[in-house]
C-alpha cells in the first residue's frame, strides 16, 4: 500500500513538472492538461483530473488521492521546451522511457537555456522591424529608421523588464523610446511616414502568442486561463498604445 502510494506520488510530481515547464513556456492551457493526462495514464491512472490556469496547476490522479498544487510565477516564451516536453510525453507513452528517465529528462529541459544571446533578440527584432516596414508598404527611405527604432524600443523593453519585473511598465516605456525616436527621425528629415515607422517598430512588441493562445483556451472550453491571457494581451496593447500616445500628444 505504501509503495502504491509513493509511487503515485511520483507519477504526479511528474506530471506537475511537464505542465509546469510547458505553461512556463507558453503553451495552451488546454495542451498542459491533456500532457499531463496522457503521463498518468501511460504509468496506469487513466483517470486523472487537472485544473490549470495561467499562474497555477492543481493535479490530482483519481479524485480520491490528495491534489498537489504548483505556482507559476513568471512566464515567458520558449516553444523548443514545449516542443522537447511533448517529445518526452510521446516517448513515456510508448513505454520507451521509464519515470526516473523521464525525470531525468524533464529536469534537463527545466534546467536548460536554449534562448537566443540578448544581442542577437535585438537584432532580430530591429530587422523584422524593417522589414515589416516593407510589408506595410512603407518607402525604403524608412527602412534604416524603423530598424533603429524597433531596436531601441526592444533594448529598451529587455533592460527595463529586467530592473522592473512589472511586464507593463517595460511594455510602456519600450513604446515611448519607439514613439520619441522615430518622432526625431521624421523631425530631422531621415524619416518620412511616421505613422509607418512606428507601427513596423513596435510589432516586436505585439503580444501574438497571447492572443492566439486565449482564442485556442476559449475555443476548447477554458473561459477562465482564457479569458486572463485575453486580458493580459489588452493591457499589453493599452502600454504599448499609451506610450505612443504620449509621443503623439506631446508632439
Known amino acids: 500500500m505504501e509503495n502504491k502510494l509513493a509511487q503515485n506520488l511520483e507519477v504526479i510530481n511528474l506530471c506537475l513538472l511537464a505542465g509546469k515547464i510547458m505553461l512556463k513556456c507558453g503553451a495552451e492551457t488546454y495542451r498542459v492538461e491533456d500532457t499531463m493526462m496522457r ?7 487513466p483517470h486523472s483530473h487537472s485544473y490549470v490556469t495561467p ?7 483519481d479524485g480520491t488521492e490528495p491534489a498537489k498544487f504548483i505556482r507559476i510565477s513568471e512566464r515567458s516564451t520558449d516553444l523548443y521546451k514545449v516542443t ?7 516517448k513515456i507513452s510508448s513505454g520507451d522511457l521509464t519515470m526516473t528517465e523521464a525525470f531525468q529528462k524533464l529536469h534537463e529541459i527545466e534546467k536548460a537555456n536554449f534562448a537566443f544571446p540578448i544581442y542577437q533578440q535585438i537584432l532580430a527584432a530591429a530587422l523584422s522591424s524593417g522589414c515589416f516596414l516593407l510589408m506595410y508598404l512603407g518607402l525604403w527611405g524608412d527602412f534604416i529608421p524603423a530598424i533603429i527604432s524597433g531596436g531601441l524600443g526592444f533594448t529598451c523593453f529587455v533592460y527595463v523588464h529586467k530592473l522592473v519585473k512589472v511586464k507593463f511598465c517595460s511594455e510602456f516605456l519600450a513604446a515611448l523610446t519607439i514613439g520619441t525616436s522615430a518622432f526625431l ?14 507601427i513596423a517598430s513596435v510589432m516586436p512588441l505585439v503580444p501574438g502568442l497571447l492572443i492566439t493562445n486565449a482564442i485556442r483556451d476559449l475555443m476548447a ?16 496593447a493599452c502600454a504599448i498604445g499609451t506610450g505612443i500616445a504620449v509621443v503623439i500628444a506631446f508632439s
Open 221 to 236: 472550453g477554458h473561459l477562465v486561463a482564457g479569458l486572463s491571457k485575453g486580458v493580459e494581451a489588452f493591457l499589453t
Open 185 to 198: 527621425f521624421v523631425t530631422f528629415g531621415i524619416g518620412t511616414q511616421l505613422d509607418k515607422i512606428i
Open 55 to 61: 499562474t497555477g496547476i492543481i493535479f490530482s490522479l
Open 39 to 45: 503521463i498518468a495514464a501511460a504509468f496506469g491512472i
Open 84 to 90: 522537447l516536453v511533448n517529445s518526452v510525453s510521446r
